[in-house]
């Protein structure tokens, strides 16, 4: 596959031909991308600002805010097909350790994020796991929304922060729905476990 790679700190990444991502385990799935974001964070990690703490071995693809069509699935993978159109969170965890247990999956013992210590979206295909696949609205494109899995999560936490704080200063429920209606709707939360009700 096509896929733009940075080979080094403070050069262009380039056009490469690489190999297709395969799925490796029964949770995995390969999507075929239909639009990846460019975030600042893109810039740090060209500029190197991200090479001790991801430890990322070069070359590799960068593009953390990706959006597609799941295009294979592993065995153990149910309620997604090839062709449904997807959004990609980027924090890819395992579920099964402590944490992801606790349901603290951001502090998962295994997790990766592709794009900033994996291959990522800057890519024809990408590999995730199900856990990180929130499958779209079919009147969405991809190429649309894909920002929205980076740029649009960071508003949305902020958006549910605030809804907490405003609970605990008297308000009630209604007012946390009233802040979770103004959060764009990028997919269908009944699918996804980090819905604004969850
Ligand atoms: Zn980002
Ligand atoms: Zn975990």
Known sequence: MKAVRLHGYERTPVLDDVPDPVVAGP????????????????LHIIEGQWAAKSGVALPYI??????????????????????????????????????????????????????IDADGGFAEYLRTNARAVVR???????????????????????????????RRGGGDDRDHDRECDQIPRIADRSRHPQGCHA
Do not use: F, M
């Open 27 to 42: 949770l995995d799935v390969i999507v075929r991308i239909g639009g990846a974001g460019v975030c600042r964070t893109d």
């Open 62 to 115: 960068q593009g953390h805010e990706n959006a597609g069509w799941v295009a294979e699935v592993g065995a153990a993978v149910t309620g997604l097909a090839p062709g449904d159109p997807v959004i990609l969170h980027p924090l890819v965890t395992c579920g099964l350790c402590a944490a992801c247990r606790r349901g603290d999956d951001v502090h998962c013992a295994a997790s990766i994020v592709p794009g």
């Open 136 to 166: 779209l609205d079919p009147g969405l494109a991809p190429a649309d929304v894909a920002a929205l899995a980076d740029a649009g999560l960071t508003a949305y936490h902020a958006a549910k922060k605030a809804a907490r704080r405003r």
